[in-house]
């Protein structure tokens, strides 16, 4: 049988695979493109993800191409929708982004373009990182970029937590990114506060709009973030890495070199206990950690002076001392640091005389020694 035949049959078993809420097949509606077949009857195809599809739609085309007679092996690469192609093309759109200057609509991400050296031979790529959520490592992401530039650096942060974005909120940065470049070459403009460049898919979603993704599409969201975002010649890029060991964390890690991880806990065992298998996932990937910070270590009472541990004491330093790594500091729970969060105000601009600002300001002067920042020319 003919690659040709084949094509053709394999065309046929995708207009099989309806969307249940439009009833389109996945070949008109544009979801299936580049479809390939070679000489051994193996089956290639971009399958573009759009933000109503069931879970099971991409599965389901697998499995229509697979039960085919003659077809070997099912290669299907995932990737975001893309903008700007007509219904039942097979082929890609030279491009996705929107004219030069135009605001990028909700959930646009632009396709990747790799680009060798992008953040500049001396940027330093430093992500923050955790076992678990809710252990404030973003706080700690904000703090330490919005430390790197008020020292006079020039700083990007990047926010890899695709499924809680909250970069935008705590550095207080509303709208859209423009795009600019010629056409077939254009890159998306970080947005930027308090002298730090941002990019966060929270900037492409409306406000309520949940990021309902699987691994693959999260991997070429960090790939173009890192790569079609014009960051400039920087001297720090920051990473707020989501919580756990996944996809965006292995990501990473195959994107660019990093520097060092900075390993955010509480003092608790259930928080530790997670964070020390991060930190060997680090490990097995060949990223040097830099250290521990013990966040929301205790909590001194206004009224009369008395420290409460709320959540335990020493367990981050306990880590650090277990793990032979450094312990960088430990966060008191403060105000000020939850007023900061709320208001778009890092807490080492806003409070830098409490105890939570004075804390991250000694975190970061660690950090920027650790990863020799302090030694790189300002931009």
């Not at 969307?19 to 509606?29: C, Q």
């Not at 093309?89 to 632009?110: F, Q």
């Not at 699987?214 to 890495?241: A, C, N, Y």
């Not at 097995?284 to 004491?313: A, K, Q, W, Y």
């Amino acid at each position: 049988m003919s690659d040709g035949d084949i094509r053709g049959r394999v065309l046929e078993a995708l207009a099989g695979v309806r969307h249940p809420a439009t009833g389109r097949d996945v070949v008109e509606s544009g979801h299936v493109q580049g479809l390939e077949v070679d000489e051994n009857g193996d089956v290639r195809f971009s399958f573009g993800i759009q933000a109503d599809d069931p879970g099971g739609l991409v599965r389901d085309a697998r499995g229509a191409v697979e039960a085919l007679d003659g077809v070997g092996a099912v290669k299907i690469n995932v990737t975001l929708p893309q903008s700007g192609q007509a219904p039942g093309s097979l082929e890609p759109p030279t491009s996705s982004v929107p004219a030069k200057g135009a605001a990028r609509g909700p959930g646009v991400v632009p396709a990747p373009t790799p680009k060798a050296g992008i953040l500049g031979e001396n940027t330093r790529v430093v992500a923050v990182s955790s076992g678990k959520g809710g252990v404030g490592k973003s706080m700690v992401a904000t703090n330490l970029a919005a430390a790197f530039a008020a020292s006079g650096k020039s700083v990007g942060l990047l926010d890899a937590d695709i499924y809680g974005p909250n970069i935008p909120v705590m550095f207080g940065a509303e709208g859209r990114p423009g795009v600019s470049g010629k056409k077939g070459q254009e890159m998306i403009e970080p947005m930027e506060a308090h002298g730090v460049r941002l990019m966060s898919i929270g900037f492409l979603l409306e406000k309520e709009q949940p990021a309902i993704m699987r691994g693959p599409l999260i991997s070429g969201i960090l790939k173009q973030f890192m790569e079609q975002v014009t960051w400039g010649d920087l001297d720090v890029m920051v990473v707020d890495m989501p919580p756990g060991t996944g996809d965006a964390q292995l990501s990473l890690v195959q994107l660019v070199d990093i520097d060092g991880v900075v390993m955010v806990t509480t003092p608790q065992d259930v928080a530790t206990g997670d964070v020390r298998r991060g930190i060997k996932m680090f490990e097995r990937v060949n990223t040097s950690v830099l250290g521990v910070v013990e966040n929301m270590s205790g909590f001194v009472c206004p009224h009369c002076d008395e420290e409460i541990e709320i959540f335990g004491s020493g367990g981050g330093e306990r880590l650090a001392e277990e793990m032979g790594l450094p312990f960088l500091g430990r966060v008191p729970l403060d105000p000020a640091v939850r007023s900061a969060g709320d208001e778009g105000a890092p807490t080492v601009l806003s409070a830098p005389d409490s105890g939570a600002g004075r804390a991250l300001q000694e975190i970061a002067d660690r950090v920027a020694e650790a990863v020799a920042l302090a030694s790189v020319p300002t931009a």
